[in-house]
T-cell receptor, first 115, second 111 residues
Framework: KAGVTQTPRYLIKTRGQQVTLSCSPI?????VSWYQQTPGQGLQFLFEYFSETQRNKGNFPGRFSGRQFSNSRSEMNVSTLELGDSALYLC??????????????FGEGSRLTVL | GNSVTQMEGPVTLSEEAFLTINCTYTATGYPSLFWYVQYPGEGLQLLLKATKADDKGSNKGFEATYRKETTSFHLEKGSVQVSDSAVYFCALSFTGNQFYFGTGTSLTVIP
């Protein structure tokens, strides 16, 4: 079956702009989470959605937001881009709402460069 | 708070060498522990996991044992192959889908 699909794969923006990234989870998966990956900080948790509700949120400023649609697809938005937002943004999906013991399935990521 | 510390990389080994990547964690309870692997140009994929103390996770010749007394989950493989070249991430999780990842250890295996 199809894996987690993220679009776009690559994008370049300038400071002050905003960006929207999209994630389609594996069919049947209702949980979607987002991570920011940078060389210095590794993977940092942004937020997680389950059945259109945000269940957890990481320690990121309000410029980072997300949502989940009824078909489980998710988007994340970053407004007023800063140079430090340059990163690989990874989406991961999971079938259900178990307590963190299950497997996350990751997409290949969206690589954002802010100039 | 919750955090994961991995040994610094990069690690370079010859084929068939023994691999250990150290991972220790700080947690406010008893998390599940994971090793994820990221091959070049790909997303992360689960390598192995352990959900309680003394559990041993294993997959593709890799092993890691959940040691509560030392708060560790070291990854080992007896004989690495060139195809094992990747970045390895240790992670913990308690609730929902919030995972705490280490910074990753890059492994290069040379023939």
């Amino acid at each position: 079956k199809a894996g987690v699909t993220q679009t776009p794969r690559y994008l370049i923006k300038t400071r002050g702009q905003q960006v929207t990234l999209s994630c389609s989870p594996i069919s049947g998966h209702r949980s979607v989470s987002w991570y920011q990956q940078t060389p210095g900080q590794g993977l940092q948790f942004l937020f997680e959605y389950f059945s259109e509700t945000q269940r957890n949120k990481g320690n990121f400023p309000g410029r980072f937001s997300g949502r989940q649609f009824s078909n489980s697809r998710s988007e994340m938005n970053v407004s007023t881009l800063e140079l430090g937002d340059s990163a690989l943004y990874l989406c991961a999906s999971k079938r259900g709402a178990d307590r963190g013991t299950g497997e996350l399935f990751f997409g290949e990521g969206s690589r954002l460069t802010v100039l | 708070g919750n955090s994961v510390t991995q040994m610094e990389g990069p690690v370079t080994l010859s084929e068939e060498a023994f691999l250990t990547i150290n991972c220790t964690y700080t947690a406010t309870g008893y998390p599940s522990l994971f090793w994820y692997v990221q091959y070049p140009g790909e997303g992360l994929q689960l390598l192995l996991k352990a959900t309680k103390a003394d559990d041993k996770g294993s997959n593709k010749g890799f092993e890691a044992t959940y040691r509560k007394e030392t708060t560790s989950f070291h990854l080992e493989k007896g004989s690495v192959q060139v195809s094992d070249s990747a970045v390895y991430f240790c992670a913990l999780s308690f609730t929902g889908n919030q995972f705490y990842f280490g910074t990753g250890t890059s492994l290069t295996v040379i023939p």
